[in-house]
């Protein structure tokens, strides 16, 4: 049966709803949080831990808490994250109120926002492959859609929303994320449940956790997926860094111009979300991934020499386009191949790799452009992206993607044409 055949199931709706109303929150809180903090400080690095500490639990737990997701109904462990971070944010919204915000707090808040966002995450990557009876097709297609859902709401709605709310008084972005965060707990509760994957043996945490990290690093497939991520998050970390600085200096670019060129690089990663399926269809997954990759490593290296900011904003529109793609392409394949109960641990696995690469990539670009020139970092972005490329294209070539769905294929199941096999036959809208 195709995908134009095969249906989402209804929970899916209600996944998608709840996830769109949390990623418009999140994207309020996304420009609240370093706004509330530049209110009480202007010294650069608080506000540089600020904006670390929500990054700190990936690097600190993500793992340990793939494992235990792994150990608990994923349904309940994402209706408690929301709740719990719903609760979380009236904390600093009571603050405000009592004129008692302070850098720490924020931090800490920031903090345990990213401890619930590591739960929900996982548990809803987990959730979907279940869902969808880790169907190809449709892994691909509700991927696409929660993608699509997730770049607009956090990218382009939820930024000025929470702008505009902060002017309201400093408590109504955080009292309208916790909002969207009921709303979602709400909705997934309303999910199907579904059965937990069969326990392992009695294993102490750590192990069970050392297990779902060594099955990244041994399978060719997974460990192409995951270097991915973890080698364009050095490579993009590094143009983010000077990205302002490069707009401003070179291109002559200020405020308002640097939004729009952020702006086509958001529009660049729905039209690749949009068409990641058809790619996948028509080259087959591990090919589709291996252009894309090249698409970035060259719009990179197209924005470095770029001569004026009509050119800048076509590169990031087509590097938004190439990574929109990939990163429904990619978790769509991971969760068709990866057995239910090391779902958790595997995503997290990836996750961790991806965040603890970021921070490399802010030293190497701040670096390079001090020691060198303000392009060098995008230069050194690109060749690492097409170094990535290369590495990587025959760890998911099409051949060994073709094989990784025949093993996780059920027993008995219909066999599927070699043909369909490597084009995922239909999804592109995502994590």
Not at 54 to 60: A, E, F, I, K, Q
Not at 319 to 326: K, L, S, W
Not at 374 to 390: E, K, N, S
């Amino acid at each position: 049966m195709t995908a134009d055949v095969v249906k989402l199931p209804a929970g899916f709706g209600r996944l998608w709803t709840a996830q769109t109303i949390s990623s418009l929150g999140d994207g309020v809180t996304y420009a609240a949080l370093p706004l509330l903090a530049l209110t009480l400080t202007r010294d650069p690095m608080a506000l540089a831990v600020v904006t670390a500490a929500g990054t700190l639990p990936w690097l600190l737990f993500g793992v340990l808490g793939g494992a235990l997701v792994d150990r608990w109904d994923r349904r309940r462990v994402m209706w408690v994250a929301d709740t719990a971070r719903a609760a979380l944010l009236a904390i600093p919204a009571a603050a405000t109120v009592l004129d008692g915000l302070s850098i720490g707090l924020l931090a800490a808040v920031a903090f345990l926002l990213g401890l619930g966002g590591l739960f929900f995450d996982t548990a809803a990557t987990a959730y979907l492959p279940d869902l969808l009876r880790r169907d190809p097709a449709l892994l691909e297609r509700a991927n696409s859609r929660l993608r699509g859902a997730q770049t607009a709401m956090s990218g382009f709605a939820g930024p000025p929303a929470g702008s505009a709310l902060l002017a309201l008084g400093r408590a109504v972005p955080l009292l309208g994320d916790a909002v969207s965060f009921l709303l979602s707990a709400l909705l997934i509760r309303t999910l199907p449940a579904l059965p937990r994957p069969v326990p392992e043996a009695h294993e102490s945490l750590l192990r069970q956790a050392r297990a779902g990290a060594s099955y990244v690093f041994r399978d060719r497939v997974l460990l192409g997926l995951a270097l991915r991520p973890a080698v364009g998050n050095v490579a993009f970390l590094a143009v983010e860094t000077v990205l302002a600085l490069f707009a401003h200096d070179r291109l002559g670019v200020h405020t308002y111009g640097f939004g729009l060129l952020l702006t086509a690089e958001a529009t660049g990663g729905l039209l690749g979300a949009g068409i990641a399926s058809r790619l996948g269809r028509r080259l087959g997954t591990g090919t589709a991934l291996t252009c894309t990759a090249t698409v970035e490593g060259l719009a990179v290296l197209g924005l470095a020499c770029a001569p004026d900011p009509y050119v800048a904003g076509v590169a990031l529109a087509v590097c938004g386009a190439g990574m929109g793609a990939t990163m429904v392409l990619a978790p769509s394949l991971r969760q068709a191949i990866v057995p239910a109960h090391l779902m958790g641990r595997v995503a997290a696995t990836s996750r961790m790799l991806a965040m603890c690469a970021a921070p490399v990539g802010a030293f190497l670009g701040g670096w390079l452009a001090t020691a060198c020139d303000i392009r060098t970092p995008l230069y050194a972005a690109a060749v690492l992206l097409l170094a990535m490329t290369a590495v990587t294209a025959s760890m998911t070539s099409n051949r060994r993607v073709e094989a990784a769905l025949r093993a996780a294929a059920p027993a008995g199941g219909p066999e599927r044409p070699a043909s369909e096999v490597p084009a995922l036959e239909s999804a592109t809208d995502l994590l």
